[in-house]
């Protein structure tokens, strides 16, 4: 069955950086598209970015433009997000999610457990 | 960017009655690219509806989507006690991607 495994969540300053990772298994992950997700503490749902199966296209949230990129490794079966110049008001469970197909504009059909993100002095 | 009103905020009912959850958007959602989540506290969401009325897999026959357009519903026709917990309506026509903020649904 398909399997989404977030890491690289922790506790970092503000002004640093972060590497998500999300390790996919059972399906043929080059045939999806794939989208960040986060959940602040005790918030809703708030879509981060998403990539295209071939990795061509990406988009983000006007939060992340600029400050996050979104990159997959077709042959690791592996997502990323990489975070830069982190705020406290990035501080939020970070879930990784497959598309219902291979472009930008699908559902999210499965979801990893999400990682968590703190970023304190 | 499209902003999703969802309503009501909380809804509080009994196990075996009827649960209607509404999502207005502030733009149309065209093609109907609507879907519906729900959220189990400590969990990761789960799909319910895509397309505004297509249920995901191994979903419920309960649980029906409806809508088009700005105005879009999920209904459980009969709730069970695992239902209870909080549904988002999500839009994916038009970046960004945008969420509602979620109804909690409760035990009365």
């Known amino acids: 069955q398909v399997q989404l495994v977030e890491s690289g969540g922790g506790v970092v300053q503000p002004g640093r950086s972060l590497r998500l990772s999300c390790s996919a298994s059972?399906?043929?992950?080059?045939?999806?598209?794939m989208h960040w997700i986060r959940q602040a503490p005790g918030k809703g749902l708030e879509w981060v970015a998403v990539?295209?199966?071939?990795?061509?296209?990406?988009l983000y949230a006007d939060f992340a433009k600029g400050r996050f990129t979104i990159s997959r490794d077709n042959t690791r079966n592996t997502l990323h997000l990489e975070m830069d110049s982190l705020e406290i008001e990035d501080t939020a469970i970070f879930y990784c999610?497959?598309?219902?197909?291979?472009?930008?504009?699908?559902?999210?059909?499965?979801w990893g457990q999400g990682t968590l993100v703190t970023v304190s002095s | 960017e499209i902003v999703l009103t969802q309503s009501p905020d909380t809804l509080s009912l009994s196990p075996g009655e009827r649960a209607t959850f509404s999502c207005r958007a502030s733009?149309?959602?065209?093609?109907?690219?609507l879907a519906w989540y729900q959220q189990i506290p400590g969990r990761a969401p789960r799909l319910l509806i895509y397309?505004?009325?297509s249920r995901a897999t191994d979903i419920p026959d309960r649980f029906s989507g409806s809508g088009s357009g700005t105005d879009f519903t999920l209904t459980v026709s009969s709730l069970e006690p695992e239902d209870f917990a909080v549904y988002y309506c999500?839009?994916?026509?038009?970046?960004?991607?945008?969420f509602g903020q979620g109804t909690r649904l409760e035990i009365k």
């Open positions: 999610a497959r598309a219902g197909g291979g472009g930008l504009r699908w559902y999210l059909d499965n």
């Open positions: 059972g399906f043929t992950f080059s045939y999806y598209g």
């Open positions: 990539i295209s199966y071939d990795a061509r296209n990406q």
């Open positions: 733009q149309r959602v065209t093609s109907g690219y």
């Open positions: 397309g505004s009325s």
């Open positions: 999500q839009q994916y026509s038009t970046s960004p991607y945008t």
